[in-house]
């Protein structure tokens, strides 16, 4: 498996010979083999130039770029290298027809429904006191075979999400984190900052995993193709978000791994510090990265390699071979 390559430095991207060469602001040098890169997330301020852009191209190397703050500023995505016709045109017909589209919403919202009480169910055997939650995502469960339209579905996402968010002070053991609500720019407590900055992460490596496969990722199905540059990422994380984000936030936050020194207050905000995403980022790379076996292969895939999954599943789906179904934690 290819590797992620984080930047936090401020300096200079750039090829060197037939490698990628990194020298920062203060001195440092340091060659990254570009056989083993697959990504880069940029979080300083990094200079790069036409001739790293062409390199990058050709070894099939996507670059994030993130601001001051940790928000999600761009990604560049190299030509596409495995353009397949007949996909881009399933995606626009799914995408067009709202009962075809509305299955494919459908199931990425029920894959998150089921996955958040996966997480709730979890906490509550350890002692959380998450019964009322659990039973009220269960209603918006029983109404989701009847949602008529997309606009309807994203409604029961926002509601289950409101519920679920909160239920969020039942798990946290630490006051300095309560869930106060949703402000994404600029976060206006501890776990807002760690819910944006996780999900921010979750969605570019979603962008990465897509860009192996035939999809399109600006053709989304829950979320509406638009202005927005890339939206497919965004369905596919919302399976994913309660057991590779949300999970990853609770743990650091009761084992004391990230504290409210580690976050900085400025323009109205809270966010996290360069200590702080240097170890959320550590933290979420290692997960990813971790293996579980799969109940249906019968062998230990990464987390990494379940999304990547799941796009191929939405390949099936679109040219007739296998319907959609989510991915269901099982543990």
Request: glycine share 8%; hydrophobic share 30%; aromatic share 10%.
């Given at each position: 498996m290819k590797k992620t390559i984080y930047i936090f430095?401020?300096?200079?991207?750039?090829?060197?010979?037939?490698?990628?060469?990194?020298?920062?602001?203060?001195?440092?040098?340091?060659?990254?083999?570009?056989?083993?890169?697959?990504?880069?997330?940029?979080?300083?301020?990094?200079?790069?130039?036409?001739?790293?852009?062409?390199?990058?191209?050709?070894?099939e190397i996507v670059l994030h770029f993130y601001n001051y703050y940790g928000f999600y500023s761009g990604?560049?995505?190299p030509r596409e290298h495995y353009n397949a016709g007949i996909i881009l045109l399933k995606q626009v017909q799914h995408y067009l027809d709202n009962d075809k589209r509305s299955i494919l919403a459908r199931g990425f919202v029920k894959g998150a429904f089921e996955n958040i009480q996966k997480v709730l169910q979890y906490?509550?055997?350890?002692?959380?006191?998450?019964?009322?939650?659990?039973q009220r995502i269960s209603e918006f469960e029983d109404l989701l075979e009847n949602?008529?339209?997309?606009e309807e579905l994203m409604a029961f996402e926002g509601n289950v999400r409101d519920i679920y968010y909160r239920s969020f002070n039942k798990i946290i053991n630490n006051e300095d984190f309560y869930f106060t609500g949703r402000r994404r720019r600029p976060p206006g407590s501890r776990m807002d900052a760690l819910i944006s900055f996780g999900n921010s992460l979750l969605y570019t490596f979603c962008l990465s995993e897509i860009y192996k496969t035939h999809l399109d990722p600006r053709i989304g199905f829950l979320h509406a193709s638009n202005f927005r540059r890339f939206s497919l990422n965004l369905d596919i994380a919302e399976v994913f978000k309660p057991i590779v984000v949300d999970r990853l936030i609770f743990?650091?936050?009761?084992?004391?791994?990230?504290?409210?020194?580690?976050?900085?207050?400025?323009m109205g905000g809270l966010y996290l510090d360069?200590?702080?995403?240097?170890?959320?980022?550590?933290?979420?790379?290692?997960?990813?990265?971790s293996t579980l076996?799969?109940?249906?292969?019968?062998?230990?895939?990464?987390?990494?390699?379940?999304?990547?999954?799941?796009?191929?599943?939405?390949?099936?789906?679109?040219?007739?071979?296998?319907?959609?179904?989510?991915?269901?934690a099982w543990w």
């Open positions: 430095s401020n300096g200079e991207l750039k090829r060197k010979q037939n490698t990628l060469y990194f020298e920062s602001s203060d001195g440092g040098k340091k060659y990254i083999p570009v056989e083993n890169t697959g990504e880069i997330l940029v979080f300083g301020e990094v200079t790069i130039n036409k001739k790293l852009i062409d390199f990058l191209s050709q070894h990604t560049y995505y906490y509550k055997n350890r002692g959380s006191d998450l019964e009322d939650e659990i949602a008529s339209s997309i743990s650091l936050v009761n084992k004391g791994i990230l504290k409210k020194e580690h976050f900085i207050d400025e360069e200590k702080g995403r240097k170890i959320f980022v550590k933290e979420i790379d290692e997960k990813l990265k076996k799969h109940r249906k292969l019968g062998r230990h895939v990464s987390y990494r390699t379940l999304i990547k999954m799941e796009l191929h599943k939405v390949e099936k789906h679109l040219i007739g071979e296998e319907m959609y179904a989510p991915f269901v």
